[in-house]
Nanobody, 121 residues
C-alpha cells in the first residue's frame, strides 16, 4: 500500500510562488505516473499536471501552462509542483495522486488528503 502526503500549501498573494510537495511512502511499490489535481466547491476536479516517473515526460492543463512546473525525485518517491505567478483563479484544494505499476484498474490507485492553496488578490 502507498500513502501520499501533500504539503506546501498556504496563503499567497497574486504573483507570488508556492511549491507543493507530495511524499509517497509504503512497501514494495513502483510509481508509473503521478499527477496534481485541484478542486473548488462547485467546480469539477481538474488535473493540473502529470508526470511519467520513468522518463520525466509531463503534461499541463492550459490554465497553468507556462506558470507551473511539475517534477519528481525518483529516488525519494516524491512529487513537486512549482507554482509561479499565482492568479486569483488558482485557489483550490490540491490533491496528489499516483498510479503504481500494481494498479488493477490501470488508473490512479492512491490519493492524498489534499492541501489548501489560497491566493489573495
Amino acid at each position: 500500500q502507498v500513502q501520499l502526503v501533500e504539503s506546501g500549501g498556504g496563503l499567497a498573494q497574486a504573483g507570488d510562488s508556492l511549491r507543493l510537495t507530495c511524499a509517497a511512502t509504503g512497501r514494495t511499490f513502483t510509481i508509473y505516473f503521478m499527477g496534481w489535481f485541484r478542486q473548488t466547491p462547485g467546480k469539477e476536479r481538474e488535473r493540473v499536471s502529470g508526470i511519467w516517473f520513468s522518463d520525466g515526460s509531463t503534461d499541463y492543463s492550459d490554465s497553468v501552462k507556462g506558470r507551473f512546473t511539475i517534477s519528481r525525485d525518483v529516488a525519494k518517491n516524491t512529487l513537486y509542483l512549482q507554482m509561479n505567478a499565482l492568479k486569483p483563479e488558482d485557489p483550490a484544494v490540491y490533491y496528489c495522486a499516483t498510479q503504481t505499476t500494481a494498479s488493477m484498474s490501470n488508473d490512479y490507485d492512491y490519493w492524498g488528503q489534499g492541501t489548501q492553496v489560497t491566493v489573495s488578490s
